[in-house]
């Protein structure tokens, strides 16, 4: 299969990533504050140097486009954080060395171009401190069009709302091939499919925990026009693309924050949960119904806002934002 080898290499390192991110969420991570104020943990840094290793290794060539790099970790105030960061790169990568650690980190520094990875090596960041979901959110661009997608759902489970079912959920996709869902510990993905619309109990929508990376009362107005009609289930980070994709909502709306009306999102905060829902026979579009631009920089300038539905209702959903 095309991007078999592409597709291999981003599982095992995502799974690799979330053993990293399991072990500092229950030993209660300390954030550190970035320079935008959003904080970031060991795990964000030991993520991205674990991915951006096992990509570089395989596909040499190949760019990253990452969240994190290590300017602040190279700085003398932030030793102990290093020393924390290449202690837990370590138990998977046993010689790794602390300048091997920040190399790994920076070469998340890509620009984007003809084909490139797009990594956040955690989304959610606040949820997975305060114990929550968060996801590790891995995609390849090809030519504009996302071509590979693994999300890595650690706290996830397969009935989201219950909580029933294996916890550590990795969704997969191949452009054209569809996507598949495997916990943690199997060894055989199934494919998912979007909810269909007859199916009343799953007509969910799903929306931030954090109100201020969106506009929930606007939210909940557009998900009713739309005919949803049950209060929305808050899920931290890409783990919404998933409960969209496996048929456990038929609606993820995120709307600009009348806080922060100029805010673009970011490339790896929706290029892996995208190809997902695609693939799952989903639509994925910004809140003028127009199509995510992948490849014109790490920050989507021309769309605002994104809608990601099971496809009948999407339509429906555009109209009544009315633009
Ligand atoms: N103002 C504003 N508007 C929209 N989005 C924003 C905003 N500020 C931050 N971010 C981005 O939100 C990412 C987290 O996604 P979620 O909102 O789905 O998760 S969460 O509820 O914050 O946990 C988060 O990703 P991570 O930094 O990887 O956690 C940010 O990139
Ligand atoms: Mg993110
Ligand atoms: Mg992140
Ligand atoms: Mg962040």
Redesign the pocket.
């Known amino acids: 299969m095309a991007y078999e080898a592409e597709l291999q290499v981003a599982m095992a390192a995502t799974l690799a990533a979330a053993k990293l991110c399991q072990k500092v969420q229950a030993e209660i991570p300390k954030a550190l504050e970035k320079k935008d104020r959003?904080p970031v943990t060991i795990a964000d840094y030991g993520s991205q140097a674990l991915i951006c290793r096992a990509i570089a290794a395989a596909f040499p060539n190949d760019a990253i486009v990452g969240?994190e790099d290590a300017v602040a970790l190279r700085s003398a105030e932030q030793a102990d954080t290093l020393v924390h960061v290449a202690q837990q790169v370590r138990e998977l990568v046993p010689d790794a060395g602390t300048q091997d650690v920040l190399n790994w980190i920076d070469r998340g520094n890509g620009t984007v171009g003809d084909r490139f990875w797009t990594l956040?090596p955690?989304?959610?960041?606040?949820?997975f401190l305060r114990g929550e979901q968060?996801a590790i959110a891995l995609a390849l661009v090809e030519a504009g069009e996302i071509k590979v997608g693994v999300l890595g759902c650690p706290n996830l489970t397969e009935d989201i709302e219950t909580g029933a079912g294996t916890r550590g959920l990795l969704f997969l996709a191949v452009r054209g091939k569809g996507a598949q869902l495997l916990p943690f510990g199997s060894q055989a993905a199934r494919p998912i499919r979007v909810v269909d619309p007859d199916d009343a109990a799953n007509l969910r929508f799903v929306e931030?925990?954090?109100s201020?990376?969106?506009d929930p009362a606007r939210q909940a107005a557009i998900a009713k026009a739309a005919g949803i009609a049950s209060p929305s289930l808050r899920i931290?980070?890409?783990c919404?693309y998933g409960a969209v994709a496996s048929g456990q909502a038929a609606l993820y709306l995120?709307l600009p924050?009348p806080k922060?009306p100029g805010?673009r999102?970011?490339i790896w905060?929706h290029a892996a949960g995208a190809i997902v829902v695609e693939e799952a026979g989903g639509r994925v579009t910004d809140m003028f119904g127009e199509p995510l631009e992948w490849h014109k920089g790490a920050k989507m300038l021309n769309n605002q806002g994104v809608v990601v539905s099971n496809g009948p209702i999407h339509d429906a959903v555009i109209s009544a934002l009315g633009i």
């Open positions: 959003t969240e956040d955690i989304d959610g960041t606040k949820g968060y931030s925990v954090e201020a990376h969106g931290d980070s890409q919404k995120r924050s922060t805010y999102e970011n905060d």
